[in-house]
Nanobody, 126 residues
Framework: QVLLEESGGGLVQAGTSLRLSCKASMRSFSSYAMGWFRQDPGKGREFVAAIDWDEGPRRYYADSVKGRFTISRDGARKTVTLQMNDLKPEDTALYYC??????????????????WGQGTQVTVSS
C-alpha cells in the first residue's frame, strides 16, 4: 500500500513563497513518477508539476507555474517537494501529491496516478 502525506500549506501574501512536501511510503520510490495537482472548489483537478525518472529526473510544469514553481525529489527520504515562489491569488487551491508508475506516457494527466494524498491548502491573499 502506498501512502502519501502532504505538508507545508498555509495562508500567505501574494509575492511570497511556500514549500510543499510529500512524504511517500512505497518500497521502491524510484519506480514511481510523482506529481502535484491542485483543485479549487467548483473546478476540476489541475496539473501543476511532475517529476519522473529515466536515467535522470524529468520535470514537467503547467504553463501557469513555469518559472515560479520547482519540483524535486529526494530518494533517500522518499520525499517530493514543490517550491512555490512569487505566489499569486490564482494559486489558491487544495494541493494534492500523487504517485504513479514511472514512465507513464502522460504524467500531466491525473489518470497516470494511482495514489493520492489528502491534500494541503494553499491560500494566497492579494
Amino acid at each position: 500500500q502506498v501512502l502519501l502525506e502532504e505538508s507545508g500549506g498555509g495562508l500567505v501574501q501574494a509575492g511570497t513563497s511556500l514549500r510543499l512536501s510529500c512524504k511517500a511510503s512505497m518500497r521502491s520510490f524510484s519506480s514511481y513518477a510523482m506529481g502535484w495537482f491542485r483543485q479549487d472548489p467548483g473546478k476540476g483537478r489541475e496539473f501543476v508539476a511532475a517529476i519522473d525518472w529515466d536515467e535522470g529526473p524529468r520535470r514537467y510544469y503547467a504553463d501557469s507555474v513555469k518559472g515560479r514553481f520547482t519540483i524535486s525529489r529526494d530518494g533517500a527520504r522518499k520525499t517530493v517537494t514543490l517550491q512555490m515562489n512569487d505566489l499569486k491569488p490564482e494559486d489558491t487551491a487544495l494541493y494534492y501529491c500523487a504517485a504513479g508508475p514511472a514512465g507513464a506516457v502522460a504524467v500531466t494527466s491525473s489518470n497516470a496516478y494511482a495514489y493520492w494524498g489528502q491534500g494541503t491548502q494553499v491560500t494566497v491573499s492579494s
